[in-house]
């Protein structure tokens, strides 16, 4: 489609739906169920996504009835319907299949206890059977003790180790299994102090035991039969027509309980690590001396690269397992079905390149869905906030990841694999609490939008009654929420946005290799801290996993010419994070990058060893020729000097937001981050002639005015946007005519009357809107809540004032509102703002003689839910003032 048809398209107002929220299924009446689903059509969107976990009865009759009417009013509007796969976040319970007919596919462990010994000791014992279970300590006492599915263990080695220090042992081991007899050890423990380690297989030490096996096939499959299979039972006519796939949320390892984000293989003393059948096949393939070198999985060694190169064999081996028995079988089952299958992994921090409940490697773990997909909860994300460390409902964890890798991270994944066609969808505002209005919605829809998410899952629509505690905050809310409205001109914007980024190419600059082989390895640098020195600089950059040079046609990878070429994304250099210890495999890559005449930078210092299948050695600085050794703050400078960068201000702008797309033709998304200072700054794109600005909120083209041609040849912008302004710029606007371009507004003047004394002032709650009580009289607005800290709703402001002539530019502008609101003038509406500044124009609705000047304010519910007791806030948070308030004219 040529870009002038579709953008044509979607000026008409026909773009596509990009939007399938969650609805929370529960006991709600048929009543309540049709009315949420109209209210999320109202919205502008064209498909739910299904949760169960408030449901009494998934895949019960009470289930089937529900989804009946469901799918009777998505037919009836034309709307999709997602399904959660599960009964039950995270993905993986198969809706109690497990326990109740597969107790032998439940989840499987490998561990390795040990104790130590100063010998000499002849004929020591130890009771090898007793080192297979749980140790009961003091702190136990008085918890319940949770027993396994299947309570067996098999031994797989004994395993003596001199200790070297603290827990480092020796690189030297003695194998010990054949001196077990009848569930004893007896051995003559030589002099010196040893390490006796029994390493085994166990259903008991891990977690969630009867979950899934991710690394089982057949244990994946009792999901499918579970939740896919069942529904395609009842419902298989709709698959591929009302029905559009499945969506899994937040599967992982789990092999430790609870949200554990850092469960890094070697540095997580005293962790169960995933196992099944099919992995001791892969050892058993290899012939690797396996059994006996287990402990290293655990602990260190005095030659390091021993337990290096094991624990990256083994998180290698692990990862692609998940891939293909979880991942790749639930997509193909989809694609059989006329289906497609979507979610997201838990991506917090670095848990996606760890167990726990990660999966070991983000890239891996998305191969099988038809989307890349990534989820912004519990104020991960915060507005403006990029440096504090996060300390929310959902799990400790760093700013800069959230803010600088989480989406290049998603983005990286759509765009790299042909078969995703460039789809990234992220789940979103879950968690957040009812602090978290629109105007903040809209600020965190930008940043991501901007960032190459174009799928939304906006988290959620319930029909509990109000408020529900379940996180917040909920976009109707049963009529309780005040912004609903407003919510649904961001919905719609947002669509719009997906709509006219979907389909297109990101244009990067650089690829960053992925860091998770390294991290498996030793501590090493963060991509993150990397993506804050390119983003701040308006730097775009792709993460590129090493699996995809190992597959060149499918990823569609070049290397030549001194450009990296992946899917049809060009990059003119390569980074690298500082690591001590480097995969062959990678290091094979810089080389061969470093030979094609691609810049390639190691961040820090090279690399000491490099780390194959079974081979260790020092890195020789001789075979590093042509790559440069850099420190992570000179990247911007050198990358900029050699002329590597696309979207250039002319001043060091951190807070500006800055992207490029091609689609047809170009298209830049420009965001203020920052929530207090104005961006005034000078942009050069590279291109040439006209430009057109896409107002995405009253869906039209706008003129640019404010540009100029560089004698290269390219365009510079002044560039003037204050804080939550967004700007959509499109290039080579071939098949539009002027007339399908609006004017810029413009000021006339700076005449400006001042407004702000005297309106009349009514309150309403939400739920009884448009019924305002009686008005009162205000000589001087000051915000609502100083003297009603507990009200939440909506406020009506009112004035009449006489003009002697009109000026058709005139606007109103209000200094303070929180935080959204509509303007109307003698009865008409002039629209309205979710963000600042507030700022609306109205001279076409003033006329000369008297006018009325309505402006109706909505607050966040978080107000009225002050005393509901809640694990979301509002109790421990900042909360905004209500109402308008400050110096309000008419310009």
């Known amino acids: 489609m040529s870009e002038a048809n579709y953008l044509r398209k979607i000026l008409s107002g026909n773009n596509e739906n990009h939007i399938l929220p969650f609805l929370w299924l529960r006991e709600q009446t048929e009543e309540t169920l049709r009315t949420e689903i109209e209210k999320i059509y109202d919205c502008g969107i064209r498909a739910v996504c299904l949760e169960s976990r408030p449901h009494p009865d998934f895949g019960g009759d009470g289930w089937w009835h529900d989804f009946d009417i469901v799918i009777e009013e998505a037919k009836k509007r034309d709307m999709k319907i997602w399904i959660l796969d599960d009964a039950h976040f995270p993905t993986g319970m198969a809706n109690g299949l497990i326990p109740s007919k597969y107790p032998e596919l439940a989840r499987k462990y490998i561990m390795t206890q040990f104790v130590d010994c100063a010998g000499p000791v002849v004929a020591a014992n130890l009771d090898v059977n007793l080192m297979m279970t749980k140790q009961f300590k003091w702190t136990d006492f008085g918890k319940r003790i949770d027993t396994p599915l299947i309570d067996r263990q098999e031994l797989l080695s004994v395993t003596a180790f001199k200790v070297v220090h603290g827990d480092v042992i020796s690189s030297e081991s003695i194998d010990l299994t054949e001196h077990v007899e009848n569930g004893w050890l007896t051995w003559d423990v030589p002099d010196g102090v040893w390490r006796i380690c029994v390493s085994f297989t166990t259903y008991d030490f891990g977690a969630n035991n009867d979950y899934i096996n991710y690394i089982d096939k057949k244990s994946v499959h009792t999901l499918i039969e579970a939740v896919y299979e069942l529904h395609y039972d009842h419902y298989k006519d709709e698959f591929g027509k009302t029905i559009a796939g499945f969506f899994s949320d937040e599967p992982g390892f789990y092999n430790v309980a609870d949200y554990k984000m850092y469960c890094t293989i070697g540095r997580t003393p005293g962790m169960a690590l995933p196992w099944s059948e099919e992995l001791r096949e892969v050892y058993e393939n290899n012939k690797r001396d396996w059994k006996t070198s287990l402990p290293y999985l655990w602990l ?3 030659d390091e690269t021993l337990p290096a190169d094991l624990r990256r064999y083994y998180m290698d081996q692990v990862t692609r397992l998940y891939a293909e028995d979880f991942s790749c079988q639930l997509g193909q089952w989809c694609k059989e079905h006329g289906v497609e299958y979507i979610g997201h992994v838990v991506e917090d921090y ?10 070991g490697h983000y890239f891996r773990a998305m191969e099988g869905q038809a989307w890349a997909g990534i989820d912004v909860i519990g104020g991960q994300i915060l507005p403006g906030n990029s440096i504090s460390t996060r300390h929310g409902v959902t799990a400790d964890g760093n700013a800069e990841f959230y803010h600088y890798m989480l989406a290049p991270m998603g983005a990286s994944a759509a765009a790299i694999d042909p078969a995703k066609k460039g789809r990234l969808m992220c789940e979103m505002y879950g968690a957040y609490g009812w602090n978290f209005g629109v105007k903040s919605m809209k600020w965190l829809t930008d940043f991501l939008l901007f960032q190459g998410v174009n799928k939304i899952v906006p988290h959620a629509f319930s029909m509990a009654d109000y408020p529900d505690i379940d996180c917040p905050p909920h976009f109707y809310a049963r009529g309780n929420n005040g912004q609903y409205p407003y919510f649904a001109e961001l919905m719609k914007y947002a669509n719009r946005i997906c709509d006219l980024l979907g389909d297109s190419k990101n244009v990067p600059q650089v690829g960053v290799i992925y860091g998770a082989e390294k991290d498996w390895m030793n501590e090493s640098m963060k991509i993150q801290d990397v993506g804050k020195e390119l983003l701040t600089n308006q730097i775009a950059y792709q993460i590129l996993p090493t699996d995809i040079f190992e597959a060149r046609d499918r990823y569609k990878v070049t290397l030549e010419n001194g450009r990296l070429s992946v899917n ?16 062959e495999r990678e290091l094979a890559v810089l080389k061969e990058a470093a030979a094609a005449g691609l810049p390639v930078y190691f961040l820090g210092k090279f690399p000491e060893y490099a780390i194959g299948d079974g081979t260790r050695r020092q890195v020789k600085m001789a075979e590093l020729k042509g790559i440069k050794e ?10 900029k000097a050699k002329g590597i960068v696309d979207i250039a201000a002319d001043a060091y702008t951190p807070d500006l937001l800055a992207t490029h797309y091609r689609k047809d033709g170009d298209i830049y998304c420009l965001f203020n981050t920052n929530l207090a200072y104005t961006i005034d700054v000078n942009v050069t794109l590279p291109v040439a002639g006209k430009l057109a600005a896409y107002d995405g909120m009253k869906n039209a083209l706008v003129s640019v005015d404010n540009i100029a041609t560089t004698a290269d040849g390219r365009t510079k912008l002044h560039l003037t ?16 005519e002027d007339a399908d371009i609006l004017d810029a507004e413009t000021a006339s003047s700076s005449a400006e009357l001042d407004i702000s004394d005297n309106w009349n002032l009514a309150a309403v709650r939400s739920i009884n809107y448009p019924n305002f009580p009686a008005v009162v009289s205000v000589e001087k607005l000051e915000a609502y809540s100083r003297k009603n800290p507990e009200f939440a709703g909506i406020l009506r402001y009112e004035k009449t004032l006489s003009l002697t002539e009109v000026d058709k530019n005139a606007r109103f502008e209000a200094q303070h509102i929180y935080e959204v609101a509509e303007v109307f003038v003698n009865g008409e509406s002039a629209g309205k703002k979710i963000t600042p500044p507030y700022s609306w124009k109205i001279g076409n609705l003033l006329k000369a003689g008297e006018n009325t000047i309505r402006v109706e304010v909505a607050n966040t519910p978080t107000r009225d839910t002050l005393h509901v007791p809640s694990p979301f806030g509002p109790d421990r948070a900042i909360i905004e003032p209500s109402g308008m308030f400050g110096k309000i004219v008419i310009k």
């Open 568 to 583: 049809e994304r060009e990059m003119k250099a390569l980074v690298v994070t500082e690591t001590r210890f480097i995969e």
């Open 350 to 359: 670095d848990s996606h390149m760890k167990l726990g409940t990660g999966t």
């Open 721 to 736: 946007l204050a804080p939550y302004q967004s700007l959509v710029l499109l290039a080579n606007l071939e098949g539009l």
């Open 630 to 639: 850099l420190e992570l703050d000179a990247l911007a400078a050198e990358l």
């Open 300 to 302: 260190d060694s005095d």
